[in-house]
C-alpha cells in the first residue's frame, strides 16, 4: 500500500479545498458547543432541567434521520450540494438566535427548535460528507487523509473552546455565534470550489431500502466486526462519561479549573494520534492499528479509578490516562473510517455512515443512564472500573474477524 506524505496530499488542490473546509467548519462548531449553552443560561435563564433538553434536541436528529439520509443521500450524486445548502441552512439558523437576542425576545423553546433543526441539517451533512470523502480522494490515500480530517478534528477540539471562550467574554455569547455562522459559509464556499466526480457513489442496487442497507452490513464480516466493537465500546465509554467529572471532583477533589486545564492539554495527544497512525499503519498494517485502537482509546482510562496518593500524583495519572486514551481514540477513528470506507462500495457509504451514526449516538444515552444507574447502586469508582474494563471487550468482536490480519485495506465488497 503506497501512501502519500499528508503534504503531498495536501498539494492537491481538490483536496486541499474539501479539506480546509473541514478545518473552518470543526472549529466553529467547537465554538458553538459552547457558546450556544452559554447563552441559554445567561440569556435566557435555563436550569439544569433546560440543559438536558437543548442537549437532547442537538442529539436526537442523528437517532431519528441517520439511516433515513443516508438512504437518501445515496440514491442521489449531489453529495457536495447537499453539504453546501446544510452548511448555509446552518450558518442562517444561527443567526437567528443573535437577532432574537438583541431584539429581546429570544426564548428557550426558539434555541430547542434551532438546536433540533441544527442538528438534523448535520445528519445530511455528515453522511453526504462520507460518500464525498471518497469521490475526492483516492484509495489508497484513505488512510493519510483521513488522518489529517481527523488531526483538524483534534486540533479544533483544543482551540475551539478556548476561542469560543474569549468571544463569549469579549464579545457575548450571541456575537460568538455568529462567528460560527460565518465559519459554515466558509465552508459552503470552499466546497463550491470542487468538482469530484460523484457519479460512481450513486446507489444501483435492487434492494436500496434501509432494511436492505442493513442487510448489507450484516453479511459482511468487516462491517459487521467494526460496528459491533464500536458499539460495545461507546455503550461502555459514556458509563465511564457520565460519571468522570462527579468522580474528579467530589472523590479525587480537583476544582473545576484544574480539570479544565488537565483535559485540554491531554487533548494534545488526539493531535499526537492523528499525525503517527499513517506511518504506523505503514509499518505494522492498517488492522493491526486498528485492533491497537480498539485497545489503547479505553485501555489507559483504568488509571482513573487507580488515581489515589497526593494531588500530584493524582493529576499526573489523570493526565496519563485522557493522554493515552486520546492517541487511541485517533488510532480508531482514522483506522476504522479507512477500513469502512475501503470496504463499502461508493454506493452504499452513506447509508453505512448512517447506520454507524445511529449506534455510536443511540448508545451513548444507554450507556449515560446505565452509568448514572451502577453509580448509585454500586458507587461511582465500581462503576468506572465496570465502565473501563467492559469497553476494553468491544475489541473481541473485531478479534474473531479477519481484520487483526489486515495489512491493507481490504478491497470492495459487492
Known amino acids: 500500500m503506497t501512501l502519500l506524505a499528508p503534504r503531498t496530499l495536501l498539494r492537491d488542490r481538490m483536496f486541499r479545498r474539501y479539506w480546509s473546509a473541514h478545518v473552518v467548519s470543526l ?26 433538553y ?30 453546501i445548502v446544510t452548511d448555509l441552512g446552518r ?16 426564548e428557550l423553546w426558539h434555541l430547542y427548535v434551532i438546536a433540533f433543526v441544527t442538528g438534523t441539517l448535520t445528519v445530511f451533512f455528515d453522511v453526504a460528507n462520507s460518500s464525498l470523502f471518497a469521490s475526492v480522494v483516492r484509495r ?20 475551539g473552546p478556548s476561542a469560543g471562550g474569549l468571544l463569549v467574554q469579549i464579545l457575548t455569547a450571541p456575537v460568538a455565534l455568529i462567528a460560527d455562522a460565518l465559519s459554515y459559509v466558509g465552508s459552503a464556499l470552499l466546497l463550491a470550489r470542487i468538482r469530484p466526480d460523484e457519479r460512481a457513489a450513486v446507489a444501483e442496487a435492487e434492494d436500496q431500502s434501509i432494511l436492505g442497507g442493513l442487510r448489507y452490513i450484516a453479511r459482511s464480516v468487516v462491517l459487521r466486526s467494526l460496528l459491533a466493537g464500536v458499539t460495545v465500546l461507546n455503550l461502555f465509554n459514556y458509563i465511564f462519561s457520565a460519571l468522570f467529572i462527579l468522580y474528579a471532583t467530589t472523590e479525587l477533589g480537583l476544582s473545576p479549573g484544574q480539570l479544565g486545564v488537565l483535559l485540554g492539554l491531554a487533548s494534545v495527544g488526539t493531535l499526537i494520534g492523528a499525525a503517527i497512525t499513517g506511518p504506523l499503519t505503514t509499518r505494522f498494517g492498517v488492522g493491526p492499528v486498528a485492533v491497537a485502537g480498539y485497545i489503547l482509546f479505553p485501555l489507559p482510562l483504568v488509571l482513573v479509578p487507580l488515581a489515589a496518593g497526593g494531588e500530584p500524583v493524582i493529576m499526573a495519572m489523570l493526565f496519563a490516562a485522557e493522554f493515552l486514551s486520546g492517541v487511541g481514540v485517533m488510532l480508531l477513528d482514522i483506522a476504522v473510517n479507512s477500513l469502512q470506507t475501503a470496504a463499502a462500495p461508493l454506493s452504499r457509504l452513506s447509508l453505512i455512515s448512517g447506520a454507524r451514526r445511529t449506534i455510536n449516538y443511540g448508545i451513548r444515552p444507554i450507556g449515560a443512564v446505565l452509568g448514572g444507574i451502577l453509580g448509585e447502586t454500586i458507587g461511582v469508582r465500581p462503576a468506572l472500573w465496570i465502565a473501563t474494563v467492559g469497553a476494553v471487550t468491544g475489541v473481541l468482536f473485531v478479534l474473531n474477524s479477519p481484520i487483526p490480519r489486515m495489512r491493507d485495506l481490504p478491497e470492495q465488497q459487492e
Do not use: C, H
Open 91 to 106: 450558518a442562517a439558523l444561527l443567526v437567528i438566535v443573535p437577532v432574537l437576542a438583541f431584539a429581546g425576545v429570544l
Open 27 to 52: 472549529t466553529g462548531e467547537q465554538i458553538t458547543l459552547l457558546a450556544l449553552p452559554l447563552l441559554a443560561v445567561l440569556t435566557v435563564g435555563a436550569g439544569p432541567a433546560e440543559m438536558g
Open 54 to 83: 437543548l442537549t437532547a434536541a442537538s442529539l436526537l436528529p442523528t437517532l431519528f434521520f441517520s439511516l433515513v439520509a443516508g438512504a437518501w443521500v445515496d440514491r442521489r450524486p449531489i453529495k457536495r450540494r447537499v453539504m
Open 140 to 159: 489508497e490515500d484513505y488512510i493519510r487523509a483521513n488522518s489529517l480530517v481527523n488531526g483538524a478534528r483534534a486540533a479544533a477540539s483544543v482551540a
